[in-house]
């Protein structure tokens, strides 16, 4: 009767996984939690932007079914890239919030990253970022990008998979500057405070958007300088702050830098494990769009001052293949500088 029982099980499986796979999206979600796994600690601009999302998203989704958020942070979200990859449910049940370059780490060979960016179901991104690199005030002598190449800056990173670690270290490559990078912070909110008491004196790769959104004072009082903004186009509230690409002296670098600024629209990108059914997929990206398009939703965002410019998850995914196409002279450079 065991061996009988070990028989049957797999089949009685295989009937349940079958019936699951024909529910309809609403029938699916009905009385269902979706946890929305965040990559990085409390506090941080992906977390306030997940916890926002949560608290809507479930009354777009099919079914309605309660949004539950959760931190999982390490190596600048890549631990959850991963899990989400090998390990997350992939029936639907489980969405992320990933650093917006975390997913082409594999593309710039980072042994690390145990997963296909490709193959992950793409749900949306709330905002095209613009990120910028900042200095504290008063502490050095750099008060302009320019005096990156002549003097040595601290910046905090949260991992060597994050845009705190990966931005400068590619400025540095390319463009001769002197960033000293202090990793190993769980999550941005800590690079800030590290900022605050002097532990480090700048951070480059910071969104503009999480800036106004978690230390809008800072800009208010003074205590910080933007240096650069790292994007493929300026940020309307930034005229006079220099564009990252139009610093690049040669094509090569031109292009070098295009590369891994790319990322950016995916300023706040959700995303799913891969084989999640189809119909799961489209049920959460028209969720998703229609989240960002809810007054109450908005208003909050308001409130909150986060930068709401959403992208959908057909873009992104489009997006991310493009990317996965870059010329392999240019991704080989460019992988070389972020090791």
């Not at 949560?54 to 777009?60: L, Q, T």
């Not at 049940?93 to 490709?118: E, M």
């Not at 991992?159 to 941005?188: E, S």
Request: glycine share 10%; proline share 6%; charged share 20%.
């Amino acid at each position: 009767m065991r061996a009988s029982r070990l028989f049957v099980t797999p089949a009685v499986l295989a009937v349940l996984a079958s019936a699951a796979a024909a529910q309809s999206p609403a029938e699916f979600y009905k009385g269902k939690t979706v946890d929305m796994m965040v990559g990085y600690s409390v506090g941080g601009g992906y977390d306030v932007y997940a916890r926002l999302i949560a608290r809507h998203f479930g009354s777009h989704i099919p079914g309605n079914p309660m949004v539950t958020p959760k931190n999982m942070e390490g190596a600048g979200s890549l631990r959850l890239a991963n899990w989400l990859y090998n390990v997350g449910n992939k029936q639907g049940t489980v969405i992320g919030t990933i650093g917006r370059g975390t997913g082409f780490d594999p593309l710039f060979g980072n042994k690390a990253a145990q997963f296909d960016g490709n193959k992950f179901n793409w749900i949306g991104s709330a905002n095209d970022e613009v990120s910028v690199c900042v200095v504290w005030n008063g502490r050095t002598k750099v008060t302009k990008f320019e005096d990156l190449t002549t003097t040595l800056l601290n910046v905090g990173g949260t991992g060597a998979a994050a845009d705190t670690d990966q931005f400068p270290r590619v400025i540095n490559g390319v463009l001769g500057t002197q960033m000293k990078i202090i990793t190993g912070y769980p999550g941005g909110n800590d690079v800030n405070l590290a900022m605050e008491r002097g532990e480090v004196d700048g951070r480059c790769g910071w969104s503009w958007s999480s800036v106004l959104s978690t230390r809008a004072s800072w800009l208010r009082d003074k205590k910080i300088t933007v240096l650069a903004q790292l994007s493929l186009q300026k940020h309307p509230d930034l005229p006079d702050v220099p564009l990252i690409t139009d610093l690049a002296k040669t094509d090569e670098q031109r292009a070098i830098l295009r590369l891994i600024f790319a990322r950016q629209p995916l300023g706040r990108p959700f995303l799913a494990p891969p084989d999640v059914p189809a119909d799961r997929v489209v049920a959460l990206r028209q969720a998703f769009m229609a989240t960002m398009k809810d007054p109450a939703f908005v208003a909050e965002a308001d409130k909150a001052q986060l930068e709401i410019t959403p992208i959908s998850g057909e873009a992104v995914q489009k997006l991310v293949e493009e990317i996965y196409q870059t010329p392999p002279e240019i991704v080989k450079k460019a992988a070389e500088l972020l090791r």
